[in-house]
């Protein structure tokens, strides 16, 4: 029996998104049409309406952070915190859909993730790959009435990908460019990078994570001063680069290795910040020197990153472009330290550097967005992954669905 989808139409979509961060929820209100009269030979085309942040909780954050790659954590805990997770996934977007008084057609919730192991590890003797987001969708669709879509990163992993990245779908609808090269980097807890030749097609893309970007100056600032993160920078600016620590650290394996590859707070947690202090020359430092080698970290496997992988690959597929650029999202782009250090670097290559902003989406909605157009698609049974990006043998349509009653 051939299956049947739903015709592409015009949907508001409300695009939910927590990242590594773990410090609370982005929602993005997006009007998503289909382009050329419902040709799905390209991506749809996307407005964003509305967005808002809502942080969570000290005990929500605590709680969540607690369950990440956790040791020792009781079923009756995990499964608690999915259903708390759904309520308040669940409540952010009525009080987005409220206070714009708009309505939504179609929930596409990301959920928190867990654990992301996309490399196989030996469990009950069989190499096993996994992926977990928590978020109970079935909370979502009976609060809001509406279909929901979650769940999206294991189709892409069944598939033979890493799950990750997923924003490049819509990297490549928003920002590509018939004579630039665009570079789009979203600055969250881990740093992820899209590359898009100048007048490429989809399956020029190049993407990957590139390493850390806020977490482990998030995971210091809260050692050092009890603080959430180094607000814009600052500390970072006071203290100095303990360049002898970093460079065993740009020497690890993930850095030299080629995409596709994503990575998360199994390579870059709690245990990485625990070997990070005691590194030599830099257990003896300060927090502001702590600070500020870590945010160098960022900026070198970023800026490394480009060298080793970017550059050739935009190079080979658009020798003619007349310019590259690099936008950047995400938390990590209020970081003036962080952003100095990556326009300097960029700078020696010729590369200029600015921020989502300047095209039009706001830094923090760009990943809420991007599940918004994941969910429309999936709505529609159309494959939302990049196969180029994520490593996968072919493309997928990503998600589940949640009905609502």
């Known amino acids: 029996m051939k299956r049947e989808y739903p015709k592409p139409k015009g949907l508001v979509v409300a695009g939910i998104m927590s990242g590594t961060s773990a410090d609370g929820m982005d929602v993005a209100l997006c009007r998503i049409t289909p382009s050329r009269l419902g040709s799905t030979a390209e991506p749809p085309k996307l407005k964003l309406l509305a967005h808002r942040s809502f942080p969570y909780t000290t005990k929500v954050r605590a709680a969540v952070l607690a369950a990440m790659d956790a040791k020792d954590i009781s079923v009756a805990e ?36 867990l654990y992301h192991q996309p490399t196989a590890t030996t469990f009950l003797g069989a190499a096993t790959r996994s992926t977990w987001q928590l978020g109970e969708a079935s909370v979502l669709a009976e609060a809001l009435g509406v279909p929901v879509i979650s769940d999206f990163r294991p189709a892409d992993l069944a598939a033979g990908g890493q799950g990750a990245p997923l924003v490049p779908m819509l990297d490549y609808a928003l920002f590509r460019h018939a004579t630039r090269n665009r570079i789009l980097l979203n600055l969250g807890g881990i740093a992820n990078l899209t590359a898009i030749p100048a007048g490429g097609d989809i399956d020029s893309v190049l993407a990957f994570d590139t390493g850390p970007a806020n977490m482990i100056v998030d995971a210091l600032m809260q050692h050092f001063t009890g603080k ?17 620590a970093l460079e065993p650290l740009l020497a690890l394996p993930y850095f030299s290795a080629d995409p596709p590859k994503s990575c998360g707070r199994e390579q ?21 020197d702590a600070v500020a080698t870590a945010t160098a970290f960022t900026s070198r496997t970023v800026l490394d990153a480009y060298a080793r992988f970017v550059w050739p690959h935009l190079g080979q597929r658009a020798p003619q472009a007349l310019a590259t650029e690099l936008l950047v ?7 003036r330290t962080l952003m100095r250090q990556l326009s300097e670097g960029f700078a020696q290559s010729g590369v200029k550097v600015t921020t989502t902003e300047a095209l039009g989406l706001p830094i923090e ?37 949640s009905y609502a009653g």
């Open 78 to 113: 995990l499964s608690q915190l999915n259903w708390r997770l759904g309520a308040l996934y669940a409540e952010a977007v009525r009080k987005t859909l409220e206070a714009t008084k708009m309505r939504a057609d179609l929930v596409a919730m990301h959920g928190q993730t």
């Open 228 to 244: 959430a993160f180094d607000r814009n920078g600052a500390l970072a600016a006071k203290g100095s680069v303990v360049d002898s």
């Open 268 to 288: 870059f947690g709690k245990a990485f910040v625990e070997k990070f202090l005691k590194t030599p020359r830099l257990a003896d430092s300060n927090a502001a």
């Open 365 to 401: 909605a760009k990943e809420a967005a991007a599940f918004a157009l994941l969910g429309w698609l999936t709505w529609h049974g159309l494959p939302a992954n990049v196969p180029s990006a994520t490593g996968a043998k072919r493309s997928a349509i990503l998600g589940k669905v």
């Open 329 to 335: 999202a995400g938390g990590g782009a209020h970081n």
